[in-house]
């Protein structure tokens, strides 16, 4: 299998080589490191010296994360899709064998979750590996897809917010259609969480505008006034705080619900139901593995 290892960069210039010397080093052969240099200005693009073995593309304006990484998927001619956050990397050499290893022992494996550990979270220490935990989505930071079925179900769908939710949807959809998701307990991609064109503010909304939007698309109609109504609850009972304004967050969405009609398409319930067990597995390890 032939395997592209894929980091969507933007102004991160003096993180980044830590991302792509952890995949370079990786022992497994038939790799291709490609960054996408999604609109930089802080002279990333100087790096591609630096890296002549290194897959180059640049955007002179700014994509976004989803089409960046669509891009890779698509121009790459890859089997295996590994992405890998431009702050974010492999702590040992063999996490992609690994990957790998397990693809071809699964032909329904859609997608792989590495195990992220993050700074600043209670999940920063390394934990003793352990067999693959079947799951219902993987972090960005790093996972890994099977190109295949990537473009059955349609490649990563535009989200109208910046920030989160877009690998819980490609992941929700890849189940739907009988795929399977893997997270490998204590094989770590270690997410440094740099504030580096980060905008705590900015993110926070993002994640529960696109909770919302992805409710509304993905849930099954029987379930979605509890479901959705209940996510609106919560988040008009928060109060104004550090920036969080439940009551705006919910009428942006209201107001985003026409422009999100066209990517309506709900999984079956039997793939939701499959969908909450399989996350209450997931919340069962976190917990295990908390790290106070």
Not at 91 to 118: P, T
Request: net charge positive; with cysteine; charged share 30%.
């Amino acid at each position: 299998m032939k395997v592209c290892v894929g980091i969507t960069t933007k102004n991160r210039k003096v993180i980044l080589p830590k991302a792509i010397n952890s995949a370079l080093k990786q022992d497994y052969k038939d790799i291709e490191v490609f960054v996408f240099d999604d609109g930089s200005t802080d002279g990333t693009s100087e790096l591609k010296f630096k890296y002549p073995e290194v897959r180059w593309e640049r955007a002179e304006e700014s994509l976004g994360l989803l089409e960046a990484r669509n891009k890779m998927m698509r121009s790459c001619g890859a089997d295996i899709f590994i992405s890998l956050d431009d702050d974010a990397w492999f702590l040992k050499n063999d996490e992609v064998e690994l990957a790998v290893d397990y693809f071809n022992q699964n032909e329904y494996l859609g997608g792989i979750g590495f195990d992220i550990l993050e700074r600043g979270t209670a999940r920063y220490r390394e934990v003793p590996r352990a067999q693959p935990l079947p799951t219902n989505f993987f972090m960005g930071a790093g996972h890994a897809l099977r190109l295949s079925i990537v473009q059955k179900v349609g490649y990563y769908v535009p989200f109208p917010v910046k920030y989160g939710h877009e690998e819980k949807d490609l992941g929700i959809r890849m189940l739907d259609e009988g795929y399977e998701i893997w997270m490998l307990p204590g094989v770590h991609v270690w997410h440094d969480y740099t504030p580096i064109e980060r905008n705590m503010t900015d993110q926070n909304r993002g994640f529960i505008i696109n909770d919302l939007v992805y409710k509304f698309r993905r849930v099954p109609l029987l379930y979605l006034p509890p479901v959705l109504g209940l996510s609106i609850y919560r988040t008009l009972r928060n109060k104004v705080r550090s920036g969080f304004n439940g009551r705006q967050h919910v009428l942006d969405f209201l107001k985003l619900i026409p422009s999100q009609l066209k990517y309506v398409n709900r999984v079956k319930i039997s793939t939701y139901n499959d969908y909450r067990v399989l996350s209450k597995s997931y919340l069962e390890y976190k917990f295990k593995n908390r790290q106070e």
